[in-house]
């Protein structure tokens, strides 16, 4: 039996072991594990690759979310809208500085935030719109500007799934006023642990940010309002110096294997494959299942050795975390619909041909044994 797994971080680390060991060492020895010279180089060299005014990083996506908000004095009172269809860390970030989300439901063909429906959500409580470009596929970020300008809202981007995914020749992180990004292993820039950045073109937005992610204070010792402790560890950024040489050329194997997916799934009955978009960095390849076969075939393909994964198969919205918001069973009905549906195929940069084949032949062969 194959053993074909939903991501592989062992393959990326063999290909470029020598250098990310190279790294790790100079930082080992050079005895600044806090906030040492690397961290600075990357932000720099990922502001550049982003074409961003400035980087700042910090220790988990997560964080960046919640200094992205903190930055820009979203609190109590506030609303935020954004979307059911993503990680609890979207909404987890909007909740801890007090703020409330407003949760707009997602297009059944991107399942990313449904822009014709953000307008009929804005109140005067509302301060920003928060996107997330789900799976590596950008948000329709010309709508969100305009509708953000029009209401004089402030627009943060969820990267963590589509670091540098485009949109209308833009790198997604900086269209809006900031650009949250995760570092996660599985992401398509991971380093070897937890890990996040905000990148931001606004320098009031990124002072704020720097000081507050150093407990709050621009000179040590000396706090002017409560922060976090939201570093970086020096050895994460000598991990990602390395990888960000290599990020284009992963993100275009991602599209190879998207590609291939998709012309050979083309005739298989009973699920709805993702569309091809230009810009999209596939950080995950989800297809819907119907007929509520999704079971069925997660655990054939199991039974194959190939894995696969729900990404999410309870929407926020439905979440007991946010039960207090009084959203109702069919209140948003299409991330409810997607919740049931979706299934994440073997997703990696160094999934090889031979593998590719199989998965496609599996996937196959459960619809086969369903009819």
Known sequence: MVNIPPFDATCQYQSIAADIEKNICAVMAGGRYIMGPQVKEFEAQFAEYLSCEQVISCNSGTDALHLALRALKIGAGDEVITTPFTFIATTEAIGIVGATP?????????YNIDTDLIESQITERTKAILPVHLYGRPCNMTVIMEIARKYNLKVIEDCAQATGAVWE???????????????????NLGCFGDGGAIATSDKVIAERVEYLRRHG?????????????SRLDTIQ???????LQYLDRWNSARVEI??????????????????MQSGSVWNQFTIRVLDKQRAKVQKFLKEKGIGSMVYYPIPLHLQQVHSNLNYALGSLPISEQLSDEVLSL?????LTASAQKVVVESVSQAFFALT
């Open 102 to 110: 407003v949760f707009v439901d997602v297009d059944l063909n991107t």
């Open 169 to 187: 020749g833009k790198k997604v992180g900086t269209i809006g006023d900031v650009g949250c990004f995760s570092f996660f292993p599985t992401k």
């Open 217 to 229: 204070g621009k000179v040590k010792y000396q706090h002017e309002e409560l922060g976090l402790n």
């Open 237 to 243: 950024a000598a991990v990602l110096l390395v990888k």
């Open 258 to 275: 998207a590609n291939y997916y998709i012309n050979q799934l083309a005739n298989v009955k009973g699920i709805v494959l993702p569309t």
């Open 346 to 350: 073997p997703m990696f940069p160094e």
